[in-house]
């Protein structure tokens, strides 16, 4: 027959465990009831072999048909009956809504004629199916003031064995946040030694509201009775109220922070927001994949006055060795809110930052201690690193450029992003270049822009050519040997290198007389003027200045068996006479050139070898 709403009435003779279900309903009741609506019931029944007694345990299986049959005859019009089964998997038995006997009729068959055989209880997998009806449930156009009551009986714990990927009892929690309405979930645990501790879990949790409870009755004692409070507060709850959806409302799409150099902070953007809820709202930000970008504001949850616009001030931090370019940036509003029924939602929107070029050099000074007009400088060596893959070309300040020139082994280089380059800086200087210390700037240009991007500054301190610098003494000094006799003093004059090298392939030459020495590193000097590879380590040879019966004369001394003059190999000391050829290493050929030491007839040769 179609049941009738009835008056509440109490059970009284219950045992602990039960009294304490009737507790928790009774306060499911204190609900206060407005418009009474219908209800879905899904009864969910475990059809494992032990509901009839298997395994020593009492049958119990007729009664729990028994009851949920008072749930079918006892249902109203309007409302729904869902039956499912469960032991290894879940088999759906009937779904019908209630329009009059028939349909109650057709469920009790259904009912009557189950069996429990099966020989596993896989609880998970029943609450999976149960609440995915429920979603489906909740799709329908009438759905305002119905509530949905899933009751499962079981008289075990969770057995899955033998099962492939089972479907555990938490993991169900996810389909209860996808709710907007909460279901009643009445979870009837019938065993008279075992109970599912995760049920009691299961119906606590937050999520459902407390709209969860576990209702012990070993052995299916007072079956009957519980279903009818079960009944009556599903019956008399008023429907929950519908989901408030609270996402931030933005009135930006996208916000761009400009140009900003490695190590800097952008300049605050103000983002307005709106939310139709009290709420506070963190903001995560997302980069390209890069670490080079951080939110430096804001750095914690903002509280926003619902249905306001609040101004969010957005700042960014960019390392130290963020890489030129610009970045797409994602940021998403996060609503942290803490009431029943509202469900956050995050809202994203978009952003770019350019991060500029920058250089950095170990030195900014350069110290090229005292060099004379017309010559050019040591090198000096230091390291430059950018944040970009760029050509840089160093070039000297305009005021100096006439004057001052970079070497030609410094024109452009090409960098790439946090690579450090070393590279030499050699200046040479021009003869108009005026004497004393100078401060000369060498600008970094970026190749295609011609934009500065770092700058450093060279130390010279000027020098007058040493002749020049000696003037004032050696020419009273001159005059007053010429007075004493200057052809004595010609005669007579030390006995230093003169002549000089001329280096073929190369357009250099060394001029010996200058280095107003006696003995010469030749095979260093080479080593200094051209590549260093050209001239191995262990080539050594020397030039010497001598007196042989009154006359200076030029001797090479190899220490290496790599030293040629004119073809033929040296390997102890030889005079040098004007138009020699040395050869060294096979590779540099450097021909001797001194009139005043030209090269005698064989016989003064023979006379004169050493």
Not at 473 to 502: C, H, K, Q, S, T
């Amino acid at each position: 027959m179609l049941f009738k709403p009835h008056s509440k009435t109490f059970a009284t003779s219950l045992g602990f465990g039960y009294l304490t279900a009737m507790t928790a309903i009774d306060a499911l009741d204190a609900q206060p009831s407005k418009t009474k609506g219908n209800v879905d019931w899904i009864l969910v029944i475990d059809t494992s072999a032990s509901m009839v007694g298997e395994g020593g345990t009492k049958n119990i299986f007729a009664q729990v048909k028994q009851t949920v049959s008072d749930f079918v005859n006892k249902s109203q019009i309007g409302d729904s009956i869902t039956i499912f089964t469960f032991d290894k998997d879940t088999t759906l038995r009937s779904n019908l809504n209630i329009n009059s006997q028939s349909e109650q009729q057709s469920a009790n068959q259904i009912i009557q004629q189950l069996q429990a055989t099966g020989q596993n209880t896989h609880i998970g997998k029943a609450l999976q199916d149960a609440l995915n009806y429920s979603i489906k449930l909740e799709s329908r156009h009438n759905n305002a003031n119905r509530n949905t009551s899933i009751i499962l009986f079981t008289d075990g714990i969770e057995d899955t064995t033998g099962i492939t990927n089972p479907v555990s009892i938490p993991s169900n929690l996810a389909l209860i946040n996808n709710l907007n309405r909460k279901p009643f979930v009445f979870l009837v645990s019938l065993g008279e030694k075992v109970h599912e501790s995760q049920l009691d879990q299961f119906a606590n949790n937050p999520a459902l509201n407390n709209r969860g409870l576990v209702l012990r009755s070993p052995g299916a004692a007072n079956l009957l009775q519980a279903g009818n409070r079960i009944r009556q507060a599903a019956r008399d709850a008023v429907p929950p109220p519908p989901k408030v959806i609270a996402q931030p409302q933005i009135a930006q799409t996208n916000i761009d922070f400009g140009q900003i150099i490695p190590g800097g902070e952008t300049v605050p953007q103000i983002l307005q927001v709106r939310n139709n809820v009290p709420a506070k709202i963190a903001i995560q930000l997302e980069s390209d994949g890069s670490k080079d970008i951080s939110l430096l504001e804001p750095n914690a949850p903002i509280s926003v006055i619902p249905n306001t616009d609040n101004d969010l001030p957005i700042r960014l931090k960019i390392s130290d060795n963020a890489i030129a370019g610009t970045r797409a940036l994602k940021f998403t509003l996060i609503p942290e809110i803490d009431q029943p029924n509202i469900e956050p939602r995050n809202t994203t929107f978009a952003g770019n930052v350019t991060i500029n070029s920058r250089l950095n050099l170990s030195n900014l000074v350069i110290d090229f201690d005292k060099v004379e007009r017309g010559q050019l400088t040591q090198i000096r060596r230091i390291t430059i690193q950018g944040n970009d893959k760029i050509t840089i070309k160093p070039i000297v300040e305009p005021s100096y450029s006439n004057q001052v020139s970079l070497t030609e082994n410094l024109r452009s280089l090409d960098l790439s992003p946090n690579s450090p380059v070393e590279f030499p800086v050699q200046l040479k200087l021009d003869d108009s270049l005026k004497s004393g210390s100078q401060k000369i700037k060498i600008m970094m240009i970026e190749g295609k822009s011609d934009q500065t991007l770092a700058s450093l500054t060279a130390k010279v301190e000027v020098l007058d050519p040493l002749w020049f610098r000696l003037l004032p003494i050696i020419l009273p000094l001159l005059i007053f040997l010429a007075m004493l006799g200057g052809v004595w003093y010609l005669l007579n004059r030390p006995n230093d290198l003169d002549g000089y090298l001329e280096l073929e392939d190369h357009d250099q030459s060394i001029d010996l007389a200058r280095l107003r020495t006696k003995k010469f590193d030749l095979a260093k000097e080479l080593r200094n003027c051209l590549e260093p590879e050209i001239i191995s380590d262990e080539t050594k040879v020397e030039l010497i200045a001598v007196k042989i019966e009154g006359k200076t004369q030029i001797l090479i001394y190899p220490k290496s068996d790599n030293v040629e003059v004119n073809g033929l190999g040296v390997f102890n000391q030889e005079i040098l006479y004007d138009g020699d050829v040395i050869t060294i290493d096979g590779q540099v050929k450097a021909t001797f050139h001194a009139i005043d030491h030209p090269r005698p007839n064989i016989s003064e040769s023979e006379d004169e070898q050493i």
